[in-house]
C-alpha cells in the first residue's frame, strides 16, 4: 500500500473508516463495502453521477482517463477538491457527496440486472 493511499485513512477519518484494495495498478476506495474513490499515480479521484458531476466540473476538476489498446477512456470519477487534505470536515463532505454517487449508481445497476432477469424469465423469452 503507499504512503498516499495510507493517508487517507486520516483524510476521511471524520467521514468513517475506509479500506482500500489494490486495483489496475491503482487503489479502490471503499466505505461501507461500496467503492466510492480511486487513486491512480497517488491521485484521489471521487465517484460521480448525474445528480453530483457538476459540482465537480464547476470546480474544473478532472474526471479519471486511462488508455487501453489505443483508446481513451473515460470513468465516473474526478479528482478530489485539494482543500481535502487540509481540511477534514471537507473532506467528510466530499466523501459523502461520492459515496451518495456510488450508492446510486449500485442500485440503479441491481434494478436493471433484476429487470434482465425478470424478462428472462417470462415466456418466449428463452434462445
Not at 499515480?41 to 470546480?59: G, S
Not at 474544473?60 to 486511462?66: H, R, V
Not at 461520492?98 to 436493471?112: S, W
Amino acid at each position: 500500500m503507499s504512503e498516499f493511499v495510507d493517508y487517507l485513512h486520516e483524510v476521511f477519518e471524520h467521514f468513517g473508516p475506509i479500506r482500500s484494495r489494490k486495483m489496475f495498478g491503482g487503489h479502490g476506495i471503499y466505505h461501507n463495502d461500496i467503492m466510492f474513490g480511486l487513486v491512480a499515480d497517488d491521485e484521489l479521484y471521487l465517484k460521480t453521477d448525474t445528480q453530483n458531476v457538476a459540482l465537480f466540473e464547476e470546480r474544473k476538476l478532472t474526471p479519471f482517463e486511462f488508455v487501453a489498446k489505443g483508446k481513451t477512456s473515460i470513468m465516473s470519477y474526478y479528482s478530489a477538491p485539494e482543500e481535502i487534505y487540509d481540511d477534514f470536515e471537507q473532506a467528510r463532505y466530499w466523501a459523502e457527496i461520492a459515496f451518495q454517487a456510488a450508492l446510486r449508481t449500485n442500485a440503479e445497476k441491481q434494478q436493471l440486472s433484476a429487470r434482465k432477469k425478470a424478462k428472462s424469465k417470462l415466456p418466449g423469452s428463452e434462445k
